[in-house]
């Protein structure tokens, strides 16, 4: 029988409205709205209808309850100006890798969570604390994605379709979870992570993590997690040129444009001296791009699952048919699956996200 919460969830991944699913089905709004309210249940043949326009198998479609994710638990930036469309795609793609997640889970040892509650701190603060408690010091982090995962946060894609949110976090039942884009620079990529951490750590759950204040001190805690302030004075960049900044950011592996802005932050510069840096790096291309930039990183967690994955005679495959899921799909929430090595001091305190990865018996 049609599970009307996974109805609706197949639907709103698609990012369709009633009347759009109407359209693509030739089926009656009103015939749809009952099967969602759980007034009536499809035909076998009109259940099959659904599942092939929505993408999805039919056993996805009659599967158990799917709770949704509220939105007032969400990190969405801008939330005001979001479409619902875009709301509810990023809600329910971000639903379906907590499914993918939940079925590793049930077969692998993965990294139990590891991210303090640091609510109402200083987000410089905040950051410099969380930097101690990993065992970071002041050394460029080597590979983000990897040292969350080996945190216990667990990390996904945004599938192609979400292109317009750049990032969000989560806490489901406990367990952090981080979604991003991979439509932006390498650079960008990294910021956005450690941006949602931001907020995984500043915003508790008695915190609404959106509104301006919230995304200000997530792009604080970003700034001084990524470019530690001790780190950063170190490099001399008093009143820096454009060379000296380009310089500094591959060591950090960031943005040009938050690199000069981190100096800034931290009185290195004059707000002369920004201005001309910016306008620099804006005619050298920077303010829309990172020329020359990093490559993305990818989840080192998941590779190593499809790896062993692949060892055992499984793949994305199984764990579409067991979801009721295309194997496209699962392949389009995996953030890559070889991982990508990026410059800068291996930070990870010693630890790896695939330490304690091993198949459950």
């Not at 990897?146 to 945190?151: F, G, I, K, T, V």
């Not at 390498?186 to 008695?206: C, I, K, P, S, T």
Request: hydrophobic content about 40%; charged content about 20%; glycine content about 8%.
């Amino acid at each position: 029988m049609l599970n009307p919460t996974r109805l609706a969830a197949a639907r709103k991944r698609r990012g369709w409205t009633l009347t759009k699913l109407a359209q693509e089905t030739g089926l009656s709004r009103a015939s749809l709205s009952t099967y969602e309210n759980q007034h009536q249940d499809p035909t076998p043949q009109t259940l099959i209808t659904l599942a092939a326009v929505l993408g999805v198998a039919e056993d996805f479609l009659t599967g158990d309850d799917l709770d949704e994710i509220p939105v007032e638990a969400v990190s969405f930036r801008a939330l005001s100006k979001m479409t619902a469309r875009t709301r509810d795609r990023g809600l329910n793609s971000g639903r379906i890798a907590i499914l993918i997640n939940e079925w590793l889970e049930d077969r692998f040892d993965l990294p139990a969570a590891d991210v303090p509650t640091l609510t109402g701190r200083d987000p410089e603060l905040a950051a410099q604390e969380v930097r101690a408690r990993w065992g970071l010091g002041e050394q460029p982090i080597g590979n983000l994605v990897h040292l969350l995962e080996a945190h216990g946060i667990r990390i996904f894609s945004l599938t192609d379709d979400t292109k317009d949110l750049d990032a969000y976090c989560l806490n489901w039942h406990g367990q952090p979870f981080i979604f991003l884009s991979r439509e932006k620079s390498g650079e960008r990529h990294r910021f956005n992570a450690a941006h949602e951490l931001g907020h995984l750590v500043l915003h508790g759950e008695d915190q609404t993590p959106n509104g301006p204040e919230a995304e200000a001190e997530a792009n604080q805690f970003a700034a001084a997690f990524l470019m530690p302030k001790a780190g950063v004075l170190a490099q001399g960049l008093h009143n820096a040129h454009v060379q000296r900044i380009l310089h500094a950011k591959k060591r950090w592996n960031v943005a040009a444009m938050a690199m000069a802005h981190r100096a800034n932050e931290l009185n290195l510069m004059t707000e002369w001296a920004y201005r001309t840096v910016c306008v620099d790096l804006s005619r050298m291309g920077y303010r829309r791009g990172e020329p020359g930039g990093i490559a993305h990183e990818s989840s080192q967690l998941l590779t190593k699952a499809m790896q062993q994955l692949r060892a055992h005679g499984l793949g994305a495959q199984s764990i579409a048919a067991d979801l009721g899921l295309h194997a496209a799909e699962v392949q389009a929430y995996m953030l890559g699956l070889t991982p990508t090595a990026v410059g800068g001091a291996p930070s990870t305190g010693g630890r790896t996200s695939s330490d304690h990865l091993r198949l459950v018996d």
